[in-house]
């Protein structure tokens, strides 16, 4: 099985940028829109962007992330951790590519290419 995900933020609601609790919210929103997901999968390969940070409290977001999976989701789902950039990954630039679609169209209303792929895509709203 294979979970492409990508995670668009509005940055411009954001009036000061605190970088501790962008992170917070960061991680938060991932587990939002991943951990059911992949809940019930064996292993997942969970390839971030290298410029992933850790919160001042020294968890990284994969200890984060594992935690939750094995303590609030009771899964055995290991999570392999391979943080790269997408130019060294095409199933990263493919997921660029498809978070650029959405994210025109929530940032600018354009809608080609959305439309056609909306119905493939599992999409959740949240507000801060």
Not at 20 to 30: A, E, F, G, H, T
Not at 40 to 58: A, E, M, N, W
Request: some cysteine.
């Amino acid at each position: 099985m294979i979970v492409k995900c990508g995670l668009l933020i509005k940055k411009c609601r954001i009036i000061t940028i605190n970088f501790y609790i962008l992170r917070i919210k960061w991680n938060y929103m991932i587990k939002f829109a991943l951990l059911e997901k992949i809940k019930t999968v064996p292993h997942v390969d969970f390839i971030p962007d290298p410029r992933t940070l850790k919160v001042q409290s020294g968890n990284s977001q994969i200890d984060y992330l594992q935690t939750t999976l094995w303590f609030e989701y009771n899964s055995s789902t290991v999570l392999n951790h391979t943080p790269m950039e997408s130019q060294r990954n095409l199933n990263l630039q493919f997921t660029d590519f498809i978070a650029n679609i959405v994210w025109r169209f929530y940032e600018f209303n354009r809608s080609e290419g959305f439309n056609t792929l909306k119905k493939h895509l599992f999409l959740k709203h949240l507000f801060f």
